[in-house]
């Protein structure tokens, strides 16, 4: 999941946001995203048998979203240079809400995916 999002990260900042503007490429990275997680979450659940109660489902969903923020961060601060204030910044315009509210979901995706 983190390869994929690396992926379509750096598409859409070298290919979608120069040509759409940073929302209009968020808003067509994300369904991408949120499909690759549905798909790699029916896999994991599957593979290591996690029951179909809420509990179970939250704790997973918030072990990936506290992962993924914490990856989030990392590459913000090293790979771009950013400060952190710079990070959380990023999160309150358009579209980091739009990719917050995307990986909100992809933490919720145990939970949302376990009626499927």
């Known amino acids: 999941m983190f390869a994929a999002g690396f992926a379509l990260g750096t598409a ?3 290919l979608l946001v120069p040509r759409f503007g940073e929302l ?3 808003l067509l990275e994300l369904p991408m995203m949120l499909g ?3 798909f790699v979450c029916a896999k994991l659940v599957a593979r290591y048998q996690v029951p179909p109660s809420i509990s ?4 997973m969903g918030a072990v990936a979203f506290a992962l ?13 240079g950013r400060a952190m204030n710079d990070f959380a910044q990023a999160l309150a ?3 980091g809400m739009i990719g917050l509210a995307g990986q909100v979901l992809f933490g919720l995706m145990p939970v949302i995916a376990r009626s499927a």
């Open 36 to 38: 690759i997680s549905w």
């Open 12 to 14: 859409r900042v070298l």
């Open 24 to 26: 209009p490429a968020a």
């Open 68 to 80: 993924l923020m914490v990856a989030e961060l990392a590459l913000s601060l090293t790979l771009f």
């Open 93 to 95: 315009t358009p579209h």
């Open 56 to 59: 179970p489902r939250l704790t």
